[in-house]
């Protein structure tokens, strides 16, 4: 069991990835940037990268990055992956440039790649994949879901796809949303547990427990611990959840002891979640885990219309781009443009990064 454990921990550390940058856009100004090269910015251990045009070759360390990719619409660009993002649609046909928990630099270097986006777990690899030579963007850990907006906005910058990061940023806002409206007013949350297996759990200051508390769960191992703590048998039993979130590798944990012997293995009540939505902090991986967790714990006041697909961002946002352009062109004639001349940001991006930004002010986290 404590190899299992200690190899599940090993998985979550390498999920757990990407965050807040230092430049990020924070407003709506910043958000509406043109997306033109060259562009400069200084990643999480204050190296100041420059690219001079729009990287076509880009290779991904850890999974959050590449779907962070897959989302913004820049999938076409990214060579190398690692292996726990082999589930991303066409994946298969990129390089697996992973070595054990990190990568391979020599496979890196293999992709001859413009631009490498390596997220906070794969710190250890940072060095050398520079002193190879490299152009690498290091990305922090991921606390939060204003994190995974900032670290969204970051990546589309730095790949001409601002347009595409605006609007996964929007989708995402209003599912957290949505289901916040949901949990809203639930005066006895229900107490969960995430355990990872000898006793390790996900506890304060992760991005799991940020997405425990937007469900509407009271993560009982946040109360006065952090990050991934390994908790005595008694520990655990003194917390006593009412449900245990586990996942596929997890599953088993509910039948041994000590959460055979908690309120949530005396009434066998769990909570199902996919591993790498629970672990890769990530737009999809957000959307899907507060929408299935909710579903779960609250299943009277969870409404199936909550949830709000990618097409209705879309064509809500191809409607404003409509509207906008008509707009300009009846007061002069001519027709609205963006100051940006390169690929990837549109008006549309615009608005949809006032939008998200938006809908941010006020929030509590």
């Known amino acids: 069991m404590r190899r299992f454990a200690t190899a599940v921990l090993g998985v979550l550390l ?49 999974p959050s990055a590449a779907q962070t990719m897959w ?24 390089t697996n440039v992973s070595a054990g928990f990190g990568v ?31 152009t690498v963007y290091h990305l922090p850990a991921s606390t939060s879901v204003e994190d995974i907006r900032q670290k969204t906005t970051t990546i589309g910058r730095l790949t001409g796809n601002c347009a595409g990061a605006a609007e996964a940023n929007a989708w995402m806002t209003r599912n957290v949303d949505a ?3 949901t949990t809203a007013g639930i005066e006895d949350r229900k107490t969960v547990l995430y355990p990872l297996g000898s006793g390790y ?33 008694e520990v655990l039993l003194q917390l006593d959840p ?7 590798r997890t599953a088993g944990l509910v039948d041994e002891e000590p959460y ?31 929408h299935n967790a909710t579903r779960q714990l609250y299943p009277e006041r969870y409404d199936e219309e909550s949830y709000v697909p990618r097409s209705a961002v879309e064509n ?31 008006a549309v991006g615009a608005l949809v990064s006032a939008f998200a930004v938006a809908a941010l002010v006020g929030r509590r986290r």
């Open 14 to 62: 390498v999920f757990s990835v990407v965050g807040a940058t230092p430049g990020a856009a924070t407003s709506t100004q910043a958000s509406a940037q043109t997306c033109s090269f060259p562009v400069t910015m200084t990643d999480a251990t204050g190296t100041e990268i420059t690219l001079e045009e729009r990287p076509e070759r880009v290779t991904t360390t850890n």
């Open 71 to 94: 989302e913004i619409g820049g999938r076409e660009q990214v060579v190398g992956l690692t292996k726990f993002a082999s589930y991303l649609e066409g994946a298969d046909s990129r």
């Open 104 to 134: 391979s630099v020599e496979k890196v270097v293999g992709t001859n790649p413009d631009l490498v986006i390596a997220p906070n777990a794969s710190a250890g690899d940072v060095q050398g994949l520079r002193e190879a030579g490299l």
């Open 179 to 181: 289901v916040r409206d």
């Open 201 to 233: 759990v996900a506890a304060n200051g992760t991005f799991i427990d940020t997405l425990l508390d937007v469900a509407g769960a009271d993560n009982v191992a946040a109360r006065n611990h952090s990050g991934y703590p390994q908790l005595s048998d």
């Open 242 to 248: 009412e449900v245990l979130v586990l996942t596929d």
């Open 260 to 290: 055979a012997s908690t309120t949530a293995g005396e009434t066998n009540a769990t909570v199902r979640l996919r591993v790498r939505d629970l672990n890769q902090p990530a737009p999809r991986s957000v959307v899907n885990t507060v």
């Open 316 to 346: 809500e946002t191809s409607e404003q781009q409509a509207t906008q352009t008509a707009t300009a062109t009846a007061s002069d004639g001519t027709t609205a443009t963006t100051g940006g001349n390169g690929p990837g940001f549109t």
